[in-house]
């Protein structure tokens, strides 16, 4: 597919055979349009189950209740919630998230919706999924913060209600209350957590369900090579790439301490600024934008990513109808995201670590 930005229009007069021509071909490049977007983005499944990590009831009900449980972490105030709150589309609305005691996060904290579509978890992919996300929040300093996984799993236990719903979730395990199916019920629980939107009716076969401008910002998301690092059923997550393909992020970005990406994991100089490509579904109730949460608008996030990965400078035109078609991927919340779990009663009782 061409990269180079296509614009429609007719000059001058022009016969009234030329305007059915011209016509035709519209709704020619229409159909074509509807035709490689299915290909591009594909269809959004159901769930996210795989093999591996199956989506049952039972895993679900208990991730749910843990996903929203602060009193799992090192000071009682810290969740999956805290940092993926549903009246922000599971976000929190900070550039970078705060953890047990009010630690910062070094990134921005990512929508968990449709998550689990994405080939890795974190912004420098140093997590292979949801669920191992989830059991190294546990420990980690700036996320739960527990000292170690034994102090986590004692405060579970020690919550009326907990042991019996793991052995539940997971039969036949002898001591089912376990960091691994921590994981696997929370991961379980994200799994459910798909959002399809307008866009996903219009690749269903509903061309209306897009406005004018909206399909405008689809043809120029496709034809200025925005697709080709934002495709697949969540619109990106897919793949690494660098920040900055053209130019400096940093100097569009107004940020005086670039972040070096994946280099800090892999020690590999080509992974310099390199980062996961993000989901862009439900991108515009997502901000703010970027790994570093530094940019609050989406259409100054537009106008950059244009810049600095495509070296284009976009008119506030193309820059509008680029955010009205992202605006067509915000999906509804489901239903017992939106609304909090009632948990087990119990206070929050700190733990000590074993031998402390």
């Excluded at 994981?183 to 996903?200: H, K, M, Q």
């Excluded at 972040?259 to 490509?277: C, E, I, Q």
């Amino acid at each position: 597919m061409s990269r180079k930005i296509l614009v429609l229009g007719i000059v001058g007069a022009v016969s009234a055979a030329a305007g059915l021509a011209a016509s035709m071909a519209a709704g020619r490049s229409a159909s074509e349009l509807v035709a490689q977007a299915r290909e591009t983005f594909g269809e959004l499944p159901k769930d996210m189950a795989t093999a591996e990590h199956p989506v049952t009831p039972e895993r679900v009900e208990l991730g749910r209740k843990l996903f929203f449980d602060p009193r799992i972490s090192a000071d009682g105030a810290v969740s999956c919630s805290r940092c993926h709150l549903p009246a922000l589309y599971a976000t929190d609305g900070l550039a970078k998230p705060l953890g047990a005691h009010d630690r910062a996060n070094p990134r921005n904290a990512p929508t968990v919706l449709n998550a689990a579509l994405q080939f890795k978890a974190h912004w420098r992919g140093d997590r292979a999924d949801v669920e191992e996300q989830a059991k190294k929040a546990l420990i980690g300093p700036p996320s739960f913060g527990d000292p170690d996984y034994a102090t986590a799993m004692a405060k579970l236990k020690a919550i009326p209600g907990y042991e019996q719903m793991f052995a539940k979730a997971f039969p036949g395990d002898s001591d089912p209350v376990t960091p691994d199916n921590w994981a696997n019920a929370i991961g379980a629980y994200e799994r459910t957590l798909v959002t399809p939107s307008r866009f996903d009716e219009y690749l269903g076969g509903n061309e209306n369900a897009l406005s004018d401008g909206e399909h405008r910002g689809l043809r120029l998301f496709m034809e200025a090579g925005c697709s080709g690092c934002h495709n697949g059923p969540g619109v990106g997550g897919g793949t690494f790439q660098k920040f900055g393909v053209k130019e400096d992020y940093w100097k569009e970005t107004g940020v005086g301490a670039p972040d070096k990406g994946r280099f800090d994991v892999t020690k590999d100089p080509a992974d310099l600024y390199v980062f996961k490509v993000p989901s862009l579904r439900n991108v515009a109730m997502t901000p703010p934008y970027f790994h570093d949460g530094s940019v609050d608008n989406l259409h100054d996030a537009i106008r950059i990513m244009g810049k600095v990965q495509l070296g284009k400078t976009l008119s506030d035109a193309e820059i509008g109808d680029l955010a009205a078609f992202l605006t067509s991927l915000t999906g509804k919340l489901p239903d017992d995201f939106a609304e909090a779990p009632v948990l087990p009663a119990a206070g929050f009782k700190p733990q000590p670590s074993p031998g402390g």
